[in-house]
């Protein structure tokens, strides 16, 4: 299974790698989404890995492309931050300007675990998968079907019933 994952995100590098060449930009449909791959900075970049690793390194590419297009989805919605770290970092604030524990929109981000990758593999797959979903935003099937939250299928948050599900991806539902 790992030799066919490895192989997947090889083809999919080379064909990112292709299109870089051949079109000399990441851009997404100018008619739907406002995201280009060019205008996202590196630390943002490295954010939506990070939250693609640690709230969907246990699936496969479905569910770690559920998690990045949920994350770009807010980017691009009124009423959260417009940038990608914005989005992942967002959370309830302490006295001292720091998030409170279990405050954030992206649990991992506050549970007052680590958060240096562990897993080089998994962390590359986030890595391979956030470029897919930064090019292919806008112009492509968004797999969530527009959704700007999720939950893990084994609980039952208060806020779900005030959302429409949109779908279910592996061990997540979504909803807009």
Known sequence: ????????AAI???TIAVAIVA?????VSETKAKIRLADISHEDFICLQENIYFEAANQDVEGQAAVAWVTLNRMEHETYPDTVCGVVKQAKLDADGKPKKYKCQFSWYCDGKSDVPRDKVKFEEAMTNAKWVMNNYGSERDITEGAVMYHASYVNPYWSKAYTKTSRIESHIFYK
């Open 1 to 8: 299974m790992k030799h066919i994952l490895s192989y997947f």
């Open 12 to 14: 999919l590098n080379v």
């Open 23 to 27: 079109f000399g930009i990441f851009a």
